[in-house]
């Protein structure tokens, strides 16, 4: 994506955005709502054409031509709810091309794979939704797309499915996919994920790998134990009691070598663990994104022009 742009009236839902996914990578697409991200995959896909700028999907800068080797699993699923789950995938195959019988094989395949190959012929509408949500991404993936873009893959799934759902998208990066996930599940980003692009009112606003991301929002605060009193340590903002030592926030301008000196020259102190704290990205989202009054107002506006009205399923893009 180059110098991206997309506006509805007065409105920019993006504006500005430059990243470049890498063969071969989990990478996700971070932002609170109304940051962005839907448009930004709607043009990915070619649903929408940008106000300026250019992207390139696949080698080719129309993603149009190219939407046969690209899987979507969308955040609102579509599967058709009476129809039987087995006869589902057979039909969203046949729209990629794949004949019955290979429609066939390839769906019991990977039904058995998620342990789901008793519900093959059972209607949509008797799954729990964590099953709907699995059978969403075979449908997603069943005519095994060289990119794959997946909104919130893991929603509403229990830590088995999700664990399952985890594995498999691990299997289909290492068979060569891209994937491009987005979700407001840090803890998945940071298992998975091997770079981030985090967008905020259409804007990139943090951009890397997961660890270097991470880093950069570290080094404020250390973890300590120690077997004596950790009060009055000159360079300490705040103490707060972590497990069986305290994490240290820093004063501004006080590094981490500044205060392990200190401690190193009290010996009564009995230092026995010292390590700098690197933030979780959970701790990074709410840091940079934070929590504005108008976060809620850009997320309905963005969603109006972005979500088409539906009728009948979400069929995979």
């Known amino acids: 994506m180059r110098d ?48 300026a700028g250019s992207v390139r999907v696949l080698g080719s800068d129309r993603p149009s031509t190219v939407r046969d080797a690209i899987g ?5 699923r579509g599967l058709y709810r009476d129809v039987k789950v087995l006869d589902n995938l057979v039909y969203l195959a046949g729209l990629k091309g794949i004949t019955g019988a290979e429609a066939r094989r390839r769906a019991m395949a990977s039904l058995e794979q998620l ?6 012929g059972q209607p949509v509408k008797s799954l ?44 289909l990066r290492d068979a060569g996919a891209t994937i491009v996930m987005s979700t407001h599940q840090m803890n998945r980003v940071e298992e998975i994920c091997d770079r981030l692009v985090m967008l905020q009112r259409g804007s990139v606003v943090l951009e890397g790998t997961v660890r270097s991301v991470r880093r950069q929002f570290g ?39 500044d205060l392990l000196t200190t401690l190193a020259a009290r010996s009564a102190i009995g230092l026995r663990r010292f390590e ?11 840091a940079v994104a934070g929590a504005s009054p108008d976060d809620e107002q850009d997320s309905s506006t963005s969603r109006s022009h972005d979500r088409p009205s539906r009728s009948g399923p979400d069929a995979t893009a």
Do not use: C
């Open 128 to 171: 729990s939704r964590g099953m709907q949500q699995q059978v969403q991404l075979i449908a997603t993936i069943i005519h095994r797309p060289k990119l794959l873009i997946v909104d919130e893959p893991f929603s509403g799934l229990d830590p088995v499915n999700t664990r399952r759902m985890r594995d498999l998208l691990l299997r």
């Open 4 to 51: 991206l742009h997309r506006r509805y009236g007065a409105l920019r839902a993006v504006d500005g955005v430059s990243f470049e996914v890498p063969e071969g990578e989990i990478f996700a697409l971070l932002g609170p709502n109304g940051a962005g991200k839907t448009t930004t995959i709607r043009m990915i896909l070619g649903l929408v054409s940008p106000s």
């Open 72 to 76: 979507y699993l969308p955040e609102e």
């Open 276 to 286: 700098v704290h690197t933030p979780h990205l959970e701790e990074v989202f709410i």
């Open 115 to 120: 342990a789901l190959d008793h519900v093959a």
């Open 219 to 257: 080094g404020g605060s250390v973890l300590v134990e120690a077997d004596g009193s950790l009060e009055d340590l000159p360079g300490v903002a705040r103490s707060v009691p972590v497990g069986d030592g305290f994490a240290l926030t820093l004063k501004p301008g006080v590094r981490p070598d």
